[in-house]
């Protein structure tokens, strides 16, 4: 075995080992192909317990110069590419710890001193989600942007408006997009609410009880920019709800991005046809030459699942966990490491899409909406308005609509005398009120889709997006 991290007899472990690990359990046991993640943060998060024990006098103040500069030697080496751990260094704790001492000698065995890898691991796991937290804000904020810029062109184009997927009423296209700006805005208030548990500092909570060394626990998490101290040893070392939490919120973006890739795949599809994919963004087949495929949505529609798995994943890891620290929870970091990648990659990849990647065709969207049963609310809200009661007027659009479908037309073919028939209250001004154009136009109820609404939230929207 490659020397140990206490140079005892049988590798990393105490001088209470004789033997060293059979080597399919030295592999099986590592976290170091994937914790190595964590390297910056668990050198950060050492610097800090550096200093505080010189600050309360355990070590004196040129040890922790010592150590401080030792663990900048090692993010040196890392950016160089030198700093290599294998197995046999188990994980990225210990690999640093390692070569520190390597580097210091007898100095660098001090660095452990009234902490333990248990309170370690939680204190780097939530420095890094901290600041992925924040990385991943930004990429929401980015696809807003490039949803709003559509929406601001889109103001007056027109979509139809589905329910069940059928042809339900017709919509302004900028208030069909805007929905998902309130989704996004939404999960990032969640990212949000989750950071502040994420920034509660475990450190100082040693293995499970605390530590007889006089440590100052309010130091070192104010140095690493915690807010707060967790309050009892065993709750610090043994909780995971952050990492739940966030893949409870990751996977929420996801199954926005999930709805909104499924809506941009019908769109792009001939049967739509209500948007063109860019070369940029698109695909070809390798064997038809018509194809342009719309791989970008698809890719986060089907990755949706590896986040939802995750967090299944992370429910079933904690549960059943008796108090405190069980390696268990040592598979708590390819989840919450895959689910960040795959929801910051996902957020990407639909903003360049947006951005960039599709188009709109409006011609293709006015023929949409003017060529269905859409408007048929609309000719019940106009006998509404005249003083019918909604239910006579609900059913008798409903038979004139079965008499349109038989006659193979459309409700603006009816002429006024037919209308009239049907009822008195009819005006020449019904053709004029059941334009697409007119029928949007008259929602204008609070968060409806009319024109002059849909302008007011998007300057809310542009206003907030500066703010943000
Ligand atoms: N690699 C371990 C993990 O990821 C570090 C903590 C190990 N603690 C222990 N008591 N074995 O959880």
Redesign the pocket.
């Known amino acids: 075995m490659a020397g140990g991290v206490t140079g005892g007899s049988a590798g990393t472990w105490s001088d209470r080992f004789e033997q060293g690990l059979h080597p399919f359990i030295e592999a099986f046991n590592a ?1 170091i192909r994937f ?1 190595l993640t964590l390297l910056q943060e668990d050198l950060d998060g050492s610097i800090a317990h550096a200093r505080m024990l010189a600050s309360t006098g355990v070590i004196s103040s040129d040890e922790a110069d010592q150590l401080v500069q030792g663990l900048e030697t090692v993010r040196r080496e890392a950016a160089e590419g030198t700093f290599q751990p294998g197995l046999a260094d188990e ?1 990225v ?1 210990f690999a640093v710890e390692r070569r520190l001492i390597a580097l210091l000698g007898p100095v660098g065995k001090k660095l452990h001193t009234g902490r333990s ?2 309170d370690q ?1 939680g204190t780097d796991l939530r420095l890094w989600l901290r600041r992925r937290l924040d990385e991943l804000d930004g990429d929401l904020q980015r696809l807003q942007r490039a949803l709003f810029q559509q929406a601001d062109q889109h103001r007056s184009t027109l979509i139809p408006g589905y329910t069940h997927l059928q042809r339900a009423q017709p919509l302004c296209l900028a208030h069909h997009l805007l929905a998902y700006m309130e989704m996004l805005e939404r999960d990032r208030q969640r990212l949000r609410d989750v950071r502040g548990r994420v920034n509660i500092c475990p450190l100082g909570a040693a293995a499970l009880a605390g530590t007889p060394v006089p440590i100052d626990r309010r130091r070192t998490a104010s140095d690493l920019g915690f807010e707060t101290i967790y309050s009892n040893s065993l709750d610090a070392v043994s909780d995971r709800d952050f990492c739940v939490e966030f893949t409870a919120a990751a996977s929420l973006v996801m199954a926005h991005l999930s709805r909104l890739s499924e809506e941009v795949i019908a769109w792009a599809s001939e049967e739509f046809a209500f948007v063109r994919l860019t070369d940029r963004c698109a695909t070809g087949s390798s064997l038809m030459p018509q194809k342009k495929n719309p791989d970008v949505p698809e890719l986060v529609r089907g990755k949706t699942g590896r986040v939802f798995g995750h967090l299944q994943g992370l429910l079933t890891m904690i549960k059943g966990l008796p108090l405190a ?1 069980n ?1 268990d ?2 598979e708590d ?1 390819e989840a919450l490491f895959d689910a960040f990648r795959t929801t910051r990659d996902c957020t990407e990849a639909m903003a360049i899409l947006f951005e960039e990647g599709l188009s709109f065709r409006p011609e293709r969207l006015e023929q949409a909406v003017a060529t269905d049963f859409s408007n048929a609310t609309d000719v019940a809200d106009y006998l509404v308005a005249r003083g019918v009661p909604f239910r006579e007027a609900y059913q008798l659009v409903g038979a004139v609509v079965r008499r349109c479908l038989d006659e193979n037309c459309l409700l603006r073919d009816l002429s006024l005398e037919a209308w009239k028939e049907l009822h008195p209250a009819f005006e020449a001004d019904l053709h004029e009120a059941l334009a697409p154009r007119a029928v949007v136009a008259a929602r204008r109820s609070e968060g409806g889709t009319a024109f002059e609404r849909v302008d007011e939230q998007l300057a809310l929207w542009a206003q907030r997006l500066q703010g943000s």
Do not use: A, I, L
């Open positions: 976290s914790d994980d704790h890898r248990n691991v620290y390696k929870f040592q970091k």
